[in-house]
Structure formats: structure tokens, C-alpha cells
């Protein structure tokens, strides 16, 4: 029985279904096979990613992937001393009606991604803060490490530690930016893992397991 034997493969699942489908197109050199299940399940506990996306550079949230075709000059209109020596400056470069276009842009970008743009959680620290668990520094924000890890605050009270990611900045001759990733995005993304415990085999008949859609 295919249903038992997801069930015990997945642990920690709820809310299991199987639909069998026989005699049916595969993907597998373009075969027909004789029987296919698709097994959709749910997982408690587990953050994934989401629709919501800050689009504005200001934050340390911001996430250029949004809009990748915008990223480099949306984020140079609010940092205008990047901007590459060895490029024509815009002449409206750092000016607020220029800022708001390429921000409608990212935005306009972001959608056609069926992302839902606008929900920023904490600014990029002020190089004047303290580092954190000195003077002031006792609550965030502050600087874990000064100008290359901060704490902040999210809006639901918890608190995130951030690392600079300069992997894409400008240089004298190209656009880029600068952005920050959260420090335990690899521990977020293992825990998103799904862990198999078994596995079905059947004596004599070829088997192709493919996984279909993810989403956290």
C-alpha cells in the first residue's frame, strides 16, 4: 500500500493524500508507465520563505533576487557613492522621484515573479550604533561585528543576526550592490529538509522517482 508506506517514510507529516494515475505519460524518456502516485503531504513547524519580499534597499532585509533586472540601480539611487567612477553618473542619480520609479519598478518586477513586494522588517544600522553588549548596545539594533554583522529586530519581536554580502557590489566599471543575508539562513534551510526514513522497492519492475514541487 503506497499510502502506508509514505506514511512511515515521511515522518512528521500530516494531512497525506495519494492519487494514483495509471498507464500514464511520464518523464522518463518520454514513457508510458503502468502505474504513477502523487503524494502530497504537510509539514508542522517548518519556516520556509514565504510570498512577502522587501523590496527596498534602506532595509536589511532587502532582497535583490526580487528583482534582479533593478537590483544594481535601485540600489545606487539610495547609495549614490557607489555608483562606478568609471560610468556616466544619471543625472538624477540619489534624487527621490528617481528613487520611487526604480522602486515601483523592483515592485512591478517582483509581482510578475507572483511575489508579493513591500513587507520590510528592520533598517540597515546606522554606522554610529554601538556594538552590541556595549553602552547602548544592550538591545538591537546594533553591530554584532561594526559595519559587517548587526543585530536587529523583526516586527514580531525576534531578533536576527545579519552578515554583509558584498558578493555582487559595484566596482569601478560595473553596477552592483550590497546586500545582507541572515546568518542562520543555512541552518533555516537544513531544517526545511525532508528526512526519509524507508524506502519502497519492488522485486522485478523499474522504478523513477521524481520529486515534483517543494514549497516550504
Not at 527621490?96 to 519598478?105: D, F, H
Request: aromatic share 8%; proline share 7%.
Amino acid at each position: 500500500d503506497v499510502r502506508a508506506a509514505a506514511a512511515s517514510a515521511f515522518d512528521g507529516v500530516s494531512g497525506l493524500t495519494v492519487v494514483t494515475a495509471k498507464d500514464a505519460p511520464g518523464k522518463f524518456l518520454n514513457r508510458v508507465y503502468p502505474q504513477q502516485w502523487a503524494i502530497r503531504f504537510t509539514r508542522q513547524g517548518v519556516v520556509g520563505l514565504g510570498l512577502d519580499r522587501c523590496t527596498d534597499p534602506r532595509y536589511i532585509d532587502w532582497d535583490p533576487r526580487a528583482c534582479p533586472e533593478t537590483a544594481a540601480d535601485l540600489f545606487l539611487s539610495h547609495y549614490p557613492w557607489y555608483y562606478p567612477s568609471g560610468l556616466p553618473r544619471p543625472a538624477d542619480l540619489g534624487e527621490e522621484q528617481s528613487q520611487n520609479a526604480l522602486g515601483s519598478k523592483c515592485d512591478n518586477e517582483a509581482r510578475g515573479k507572483s511575489l508579493r513586494p513591500g513587507l520590510c522588517q528592520a533598517l540597515v544600522p546606522a554606522e554610529t550604533l554601538p556594538v552590541c553588549g556595549q553602552g547602548s548596545g544592550v538591545n538591537p539594533p546594533c553591530w554584532a561585528t561594526r559595519f559587517s554583522t548587526a543585530k536587529v529586530s523583526h516586527l514580531d519581536g525576534e531578533q536576527v543576526v545579519y552578515e554583509r554580502d558584498d558578493s555582487e557590489a559595484p566596482s569601478d566599471t560595473a553596477k552592483g550592490y550590497r546586500a545582507w543575508k541572515r546568518s542562520d539562513l543555512e541552518a533555516l534551510r537544513e531544517a526545511q529538509m525532508l528526512s526519509i526514513t524507508t524506502t519502497v522497492s519492488s522485486l522485478g519492475v523499474g522504478m523513477h522517482v521524481e520529486q515534483v514541487y517543494t514549497r516550504a
